[in-house]
């Protein structure tokens, strides 16, 4: 199976952050970088691998999701299985999420993940270099309060994650659960137990918040 990891995306359709009016903004050296918007890292500017096609969940993205998600970050564990920049990864830690798993199976994303980490002095986050499918339908006894679904578009792969979580003890009982997809949330064959919480439009990527229940 192909990496499943975020710089997989064709330009066209990654997610929010493809828009072509909002290009990736640089970083030193022409890495790319994103800004973590709130919480105790608030306004901290980090780099990223400068891959084709992988660009952080845009500011405005995140500032919606992580408005839904007020009530429940802090304190929550929070699991992102496509990572890539780890923007959604790194917004969860700076607003009190009490620990991260970060899956990734491109090296260089991994790498610049743990660079970041050191860099924030963070000890509560992990990260794994893995095929995300593959990782996920490894059972485990310690479930996740909160999940980040964006994966590479057109190869199926968000429908595949979710029924895994689903049947591997991967979620809380009320867990949330965020996608990204080319599709409405209607159509992209996720669990039926799910239900919508909330959902929004960027370009030609659709965005969504579920509860497990």
Same mark, same amino acid.
């Given at each position: 199976?192909?990496?499943?990891?975020?710089?997989?995306?064709?330009?066209?359709?990654?997610?929010?952050?493809?828009?072509?009016?909002?290009?990736?903004?640089?970083?030193?050296?022409?890495?790319?970088?994103?800004?973590?918007?709130?919480?105790?890292?608030?306004?901290?500017? @980090?780099?990223? &691998?400068?891959?084709? %096609? *992988?660009?952080?969940?845009?500011?405005?993205?995140? #500032?919606?999701?992580?408005?839904?998600?007020?009530?429940?970050?802090?304190?929550?564990?929070?699991?992102?299985?496509?990572?890539?920049?780890?923007?959604?990864?790194?917004?969860?830690?700076?607003?009190?999420?009490?620990?991260?798993?970060?899956?990734?199976?491109?090296?260089?994303?991994?790498?610049?993940?743990?660079?970041?980490?050191?860099?924030?002095?963070?000890?509560?986050?992990?990260?794994?270099?893995?095929?995300?499918?593959?990782?996920?339908?490894?059972?485990?006894?310690?479930?996740?309060?909160?999940?980040? @679904?964006?994966? &590479?578009?057109?190869? %199926? *792969?968000?429908?595949?994650?979710?029924?895994?979580? #689903?049947?591997?003890?991967?979620?809380?009982?009320?867990?949330?659960?965020?996608?990204?997809?080319?599709?409405?949330?209607?159509?992209?064959?996720?669990?039926?137990?799910?239900?919508?919480?909330?959902?929004?439009?960027?370009?030609?990527?659709?965005?969504?918040?579920?509860?497990?229940?």
């Amino acid at each position: 199976m192909a990496s499943a990891d975020r710089q997989t995306h064709p330009p066209t359709c990654r997610g929010p952050g493809t828009l072509m009016a909002n290009p990736r903004p640089k970083g030193h050296n022409g890495l790319g970088q994103l800004r973590i918007i709130g919480g105790e890292w608030g306004s901290r500017r @980090l780099t990223f &691998p400068d891959a084709p %096609g *992988l660009r952080p969940t845009p500011d405005r993205v995140r #500032e919606t999701l992580f408005n839904w998600l007020a009530p429940y970050i802090a304190g929550a564990r929070v699991l992102d299985v496509f990572t890539g920049s780890g923007a959604l990864y790194f917004e969860a830690l700076s607003r009190g999420a009490s620990m991260g798993l970060a899956l990734d199976s491109n090296a260089a994303a991994i790498a610049s993940l743990r660079q970041n980490l050191n860099a924030l002095n963070c000890t509560s986050g992990q990260v794994s270099q893995t095929d995300a499918l593959r990782h996920l339908e490894t059972a485990t006894a310690s479930p996740f309060d909160v999940v980040f @679904l964006d994966p &590479p578009f057109h190869q %199926g *792969l968000l429908a595949s994650a979710c029924n895994l979580l #689903e049947s591997h003890g991967w979620l809380a009982d009320t867990a949330w659960i965020y996608t990204e997809s080319e599709t409405p949330p209607s159509t992209t064959g996720l669990p039926g137990s799910w239900r919508l919480h909330r959902e929004k439009k960027a370009g030609q990527v659709y965005y969504a918040l579920w509860q497990r229940g």
